[in-house]
């Protein structure tokens, strides 16, 4: 039996003194994708920081593959196979659409083959490959973050809140270039999200964190997924 794609057991963290995940356990399976739900403060991001290795651990331990990264620095796990979306500030605004590009590469000369599969499901950045990032529109810049970490081929993916204050077309675009990359390549994905239907879409199952601890989950082809959802959303 293969080793799962991403477990954590009896993982804590937080920032120096203040506990944020408490004795979080979780699994994802090669190829799945994991929607992690939750209201702001909860502690979904910490969960990724902690993952990707730029917070400590308290307890417990991280196994990618079957190999433990639990004291591994963040461009370890990165070399591993690993690549983070993160929320906010991740793009090198003033270089090139395809210097940012070129940073989930292992090596330039595999540019223009993997530039391939991107400008399929994100087309507008074949004609604008020389353009600053930081001139690009918000919606742009989402899609450029995830263009990125498509671009390294990752084994698993770390998504944080990437549909957040983006227009409806745009969202439908991440979605699909989601659904691609995990149909053509078997990617696993966690993603972080508070859109509902997108993560429905993408996912395969859904767990609500509350506090720092996981406190519900299921399938979201479940008809009542999003109702069970959207009660602690509420709450």
Known sequence: ????????????????????????????????ALALLGKNGMGKTTLLKTIMGYLPKQTGRI???????????????ARAGMAYAAQEHALFQDLSVRDNLCLGL????????RFAGIAAVFPVFKSRLKQCAGTLSGGEQKMLLVARALMMRPAIMLLDEITEGLQPSVIARLAE???????????????????????????????????GEIIDGGDTKDAVAAR???????I
Request: proline share 4%; glycine share 6%; aromatic share 6%.
């Open 1 to 32: 039996m293969s080793p799962m794609a991403l477990c954590l057991q009896d993982v804590s963290s937080g920032y120096q003194a203040a506990l944020v995940l408490r004795n979080l356990s979780m699994a994802l399976a090669q190829g799945e």
């Open 63 to 77: 196994q990618m593959g079957g190999q433990d990264i639990t004291r591994l620095a963040p461009h370890r796990i």
């Open 228 to 234: 069970t959802i959207f009660s602690h959303l509420r």
């Open 106 to 113: 292992p090596k330039a000369s595999v540019f223009d083959e």
């Open 177 to 211: 270039a989601l659904l691609w990359e995990r149909s053509q390549h078997g990617t696993t994905m966690l993603l972080i999200e508070q859109h509902v239907p997108f993560a429905l879409q993408v996912a395969d199952r859904f767990e609500v964190l509350k506090q």
